[in-house]
């Protein structure tokens, strides 16, 4: 049907619900839906003996279904002749006490706060169109006219944005109590032709005194447990979301699309916040799938959802081939949330998962719950703060899948990036002289030490595999070969993080010294916090702008690096480059690097680009400086790092060579024996692989 949105943000847009209202002709009143569907409502709202006013009567059979249950003062009106004419005639023997008259909804004869009740079905949503709106409010007054103190109207619409807020800001103003219900469909009634949004109730209660404080809640079906919302905007924001996700539930029940990656937030009822992120993933069609294996959800352990098979689209496309059932719900759990075990989650999620059932799968069948090991995995927050560059941020300890330790910072503005990751250690397995190095200083009431306590940073395992490419790439300067295994190394990084890449570089990499420029000084005091980064003479850090760092070294000349890294975020994440920033890969910008390197120098760039045309560019404007640029793809992973040389390398030799120096560099950090206890964890040869000549 083409009149489902695309977006739930077309819930807004009047030229949507223009198309809307145009096609939806003689078949509106069953997606309003019949007694049965409304009954709940009604009966808690309107008693039996109440005088009610039924605005815009129609020719619905809802009238007729009250009156026969019991409901005996219905006072119908429609504006149209012939209707009134028609229904009077139909009821005249079997319910001769129904009366229908002919009155314009906007100018009633009748008294003020003459009716205890006024409902209305979808009179609103016809009317809210004419005359820019115009004429609902003139109806509403009237209806508001002839309530009585306690009286409610209650109006089942499909609430497009426009209208609920002419409603809801009309009665509001009043000072009555705004509440409104959303109906959803029951599982397993969703039909090929069937109408995906859903139906709300709006309930305004008038009372004597104006409300000093608006009350303005949400429910969904006839009994659930109303959510007190703060203002008309956030009322409205709910209402979008419960569209969106009748529809999404209605392509899901009725379709699948391989391609579609379709993905909710389930929300904490009581605190409004995140708790669960589902992401559904249909195998491809033709794909061999056991009858049986319908459907399943599959836990994400916690610590494990940026990795790449539960984060990427084709790592959850590989993970539903290997479960090989034709639907799977990838279940990730969110932070500063308690989740007791995996049955407490299974019964937790269980009364929503059947909403999202491929086609054709019965309602009563069991849906099996996949996970890691059977557990829910391990993350315990350490530290929390906020940084006026970055936002919110969070430092966490994680199990891996592994089974090892890590410690991990992460800013909330993205929480699907870790922003910085270390291996955790048990300090009795460290040196000596380690353990004293990293020992921290205990603070008054810091839970956070009492988690740290008895482990220590191995300095020697590089979490990121863009990282230990970065340091590998030293092997084009000829590091560990006999005639330059005493030269000195310079090296100027962009970019701190949690510290891990420049402690490497100067505990591993000999004659290594090593400066850091970081803009966020709250990173800097994360690290040497809850990371073990300690500054000393071989390395140091200089607090500031990246850009400004090299321009300003590279006016004042004479400073020359055999290094230069470029491993910095950028913080807009809109934009199809989300590493580095635009402005780091300006031509002139590139130009100032290449005269900062010495002559044998080297740029290394940690590249994360989405957008093929933007990396294009990238290249281009990388090729007209620097001569020779390898490249390396990290597996399973958008980065990609640039080993630029500002030496012109023969491409037939390059290579080829590189094998040699790999193992002359791997070679010279096995044989550093100043920390028999910190090894250096790294495979220069297999980092190196599937270099590619740009």
């Known amino acids: 049907m083409s009149l489902l949105p695309r977006t739930a943000e077309e819930f807004s847009s009047a030229d949507y619900w223009e198309r809307f209202f145009k096609k939806r002709g003689e078949r509106a009143f069953e997606w309003y839906g019949d007694y049965n569907k409304l009954c709940g409502i009604l009966h808690k709202y309107i008693k039996l003996q109440d005088k009610v006013l039924v605005v815009g009567c129609g020719n619905s059979e809802l009238s007729e279904q009250l009156y026969d249950v019991g409901y005996k003062h219905l006072t119908n009106i429609d504006i149209s002749e012939t209707v009134v004419a028609h229904m009077n005639q139909r009821n005249a023997e079997r319910r001769p006490d129904l009366t229908f008259h002919q009155v314009d909804a906007t100018q009633t004869p009748y008294e003020d706060a003459s009716f205890q009740a006024a409902l209305d079905k979808g009179t609103l949503d016809a009317v809210a169109s004419e005359e820019e709106g115009a004429l609902a409010r003139r109806m509403i007054a009237e209806v508001s006219r002839v309530l009585r103190v306690g009286g409610r109207y209650v109006c089942v619409t499909l609430a497009q944005e426009s209208v609920i807020k002419l409603a809801v800001d009309h009665f509001v103003q009043l000072g009555c109590a705004v509440r409104l219900h959303c109906l959803q469909e029951e599982r397993g009634k969703e039909e090929e032709d069937a109408f995906a949004l859903p139906v709300f109730v709006l309930i305004c209660t008038k009372f004597r005194q104006p409300m000093p404080t608006p009350i303005l809640e949400m429910c969904i079906g006839d009994d659930g447990a109303p959510v007190r919302h703060t203002g008309v905007c956030e009322l409205l924001s709910a209402v979008r979301e419960y569209q969106g996700y009748s529809v999404l539930r209605k392509r899901l029940r009725t379709s699948t699309d391989p391609s579609s990656n379709l993905c909710l937030t389930l929300c904490d009822a009581k605190a409004g916040l995140p708790r669960y992120t589902l992401t559904v993933q249909d195998c491809p069609p033709g794909a061999k799938v056991p009858r049986p294996n319908q459907f399943a959800i599959f836990i994400v352990p916690r610590g494990s959802e940026t990795a790449w098979l539960y984060s990427s689209t084709e790592g959850r496309r590989q993970l539903a081939a290997s479960a090989n059932f034709r639907r799977l719900v990838v279940v990730s759990m969110h932070r500063n949330q308690e989740y007791t075990d995996m049955q407490a989650v299974q019964s937790e999620l269980s009364p929503v998962v059947m909403d999202l059932a491929p086609p054709g799968m019965p309602t009563n069948q069991q849906v099996p719950f996949l996970s890691v090991g059977g557990g829910l995995g391990w993350r315990e927050e350490v530290s929390r703060g906020v940084s006026q560059l970055s936002g919110e941020y969070c430092v966490e300890n994680v199990r891996g899948e592994d089974g090892e330790l890590y410690r991990r910072l992460v800013f909330l503005s993205n929480i699907s990036l870790v922003q910085s990751e270390s291996r955790l250690v048990s300090s009795t397995t460290a040196a000596s002289s380690h353990k004293k190095k990293n020992k921290k200083k205990t603070k008054a009431a810091s839970t956070a030490v009492t988690l740290s306590a008895g482990v220590s940073v191995d300095s020697g395992f590089l979490c990121c595999a863009h990282h230990e490419v970065m340091v590998a790439g030293l092997s084009m300067l000829g590091v560990g070969t006999p005639q330059n295994k005493d030269d000195p190394v ?92 635009a402005g780091f890969v300006e031509t002139p910008v590139l130009q100032k690097v290449f005269n900062l390197l010495t002559p044998r120098g080297l740029f290394i760039l940690n590249l994360v680009c989405r957008d093929p045309v933007l990396r294009k560019n990238v290249l281009e404007r990388v090729r007209s400086v620097f001569p020779t640029i390898l490249s390396r793809k990290i597996a399973e992973e958008i980065n990609e790092v640039l080993l630029c040389s500002r030496e012109e390398k023969d491409a037939a030799h390059i290579l080829p060579s590189m094998s040699q120096a790999a193992k002359n560099f791997q070679s010279m950090l096995s044989a550093d024996r100043t920390k028999p206890k910190q090894r250096p964890h790294i495979d220069i040869a297999e980092m190196l692989e599937n270099l590619k000549i740009e």
């Open 490 to 581: 310079s090296v100027i990084l962009v970019g701190l993080g949690g510290g891990g890449l420049p402690q490497f570089l100067r505990d591993f990499v000999p004659n290594a010294t090593v400066e850091v420029v970081e803009l966020d000084p709250v990173v800097l005091e994360v690290a040497k916090e809850w990371f073990g980064f300690r500054p000393d003479d071989r390395l140091t850090v200089t607090l500031g702008d990246g850009l400004e760092r090299i321009c300003s070294l590279e006016k004042e000349g004479g400073h020359l690096f055999d290094v230069i890294m470029f491993d910095v975020d950028n913080k807009d994440s809109s934009l199809g480059m989300s590493c580095p920033p």
